[in-house]
């Protein structure tokens, strides 16, 4: 056995190709099918919110992406200025300059994972097979942050006590209402996990029985010298 075919794992015989295409095709499509959905939902808005406030009944939008933050941010921005939240490009701004980069990257590694041909494939997938989750529990963290931590000094400081905003379904602070849903960009993200999980489960049943073929091929001289 090679150092190459210790990383990448074992290349499928020729004639096994040929006979079934389907067996080894199908992983590379899952993966490489998820990989670039989650390339689109950059593109797409992963979370919204809908305020309404005595003010505005008609109520305010904010759309989250993972890089930006579009719609009625300063409107929104002055009421919670009232109540002691900071703006909310002060939430994940960290995150939002990386996650072009961080979503690129993550997207490379599900597309190595269709040439590596053992168990590694998972390793290299887990980052964006995780990453609609890790979105979810960053939005919580800066929720919760903002939400506990409020300017005493605000004109309402006073009114209102440190609450956590739901990331999902409806809240209520003070004369505020929220409503919180998930949007196409995380939904496109759950489903790149979803064909993740499918390409690794085909994976492992095309290159499984190949890997266990090479380690009792390499067993057998090892055997022979003893």
Not at 62 to 87: A, C, F, K, S, W
């Amino acid at each position: 056995m090679t150092e190459i075919e210790k990383l990448l794992g074992p290349r499928p015989p020729r004639e096994v190709l040929e006979q079934e295409r389907l067996r080894f095709l199908l992983p590379t499509v899952l993966l490489g099918l998820a990989a670039f959905v989650l390339i689109v939902s950059i593109f797409q808005p992963y979370w919204r919110l809908k305020l309404f406030a005595p003010q505005y009944p008609q109520g305010l939008q904010v759309y989250v992406y993972v890089n930006r933050l579009e719609g009625d941010v300063q409107e929104i921005d002055t009421l919670n200025h009232y109540i002691g939240m900071r703006p909310l490009e002060e939430a994940a701004s960290l995150e939002r300059s990386l996650s072009i980069f961080i979503v690129g990257v993550i997207s490379l590694l599900v597309i190595a994972a269709i040439y590596v041909h053992n168990q590694y494939a998972a390793l290299l997938s887990l980052p964006a097979l995780l990453f609609p989750f890790i979105f979810i529990a960053d939005m919580y963290y800066w929720m919760r942050n903002f939400g506990q931590n409020l300017d005493p000094h605000a004109p309402l400081r006073n009114a209102i006590k440190p609450f956590v905003p739901p990331i999902y379904g409806e809240g209520y602070v003070g004369q505020f209402k929220t409503i919180a849903t998930f949007e196409n960009g995380f939904y496109l993200a759950l489903l790149a996990s979803i064909l993740i999980l499918a390409g690794l489960y085909f994976h492992r049943e095309a290159y499984k029985p190949l890997v266990e073929q090479m380690q009792r091929a390499n067993q057998v001289p090892q055997k022979n010298n003893a």
